[in-house]
């Protein structure tokens, strides 16, 4: 599902207009990203949690080169989906 079928589908489920819904969307989203840049974490009950990590420097070994290179600390955005989403998609096999 592509970003225009899932406003369309959010749309006829809330009879709501496209364009309200599209300014919905965008507006969850971007909050979401403001919290992410911050660090903090997202819970939504029933769904999953969202969390930035911090990814420590480490050091890499290239066996194409024989060279070892080291990788800077990086912050990264992780999912943990629910107990009853993941029971959903186990069902859905």
């Known amino acids: 599902m592509n970003n225009k079928?899932?406003?369309s589908a959010l749309s006829r489920m809330q009879h709501c207009s496209l364009a309200d819904t599209q300014h919905m969307?965008?507006?969850v989203l971007n909050a979401m990203s403001d919290s992410f840049q911050r660090g903090?974490?997202?819970n939504i009950p029933g769904f999953g949690i969202f969390e930035v990590k911090k990814k420590l420097e480490r050091v890499i070994f290239n066996p194409g080169t024989q060279q070892r290179m080291?990788?800077?600390p990086k912050l990264v955005l992780g999912f943990k989906p629910s107990l009853a989403w993941k029971t959903k998609v186990k069902k859905a096999q």
């Open 70 to 72: 080291l990788v800077p």
């Open 25 to 27: 969307v965008n507006s």
């Open 40 to 42: 903090d974490s997202l």
């Open 5 to 7: 079928e899932f406003i």
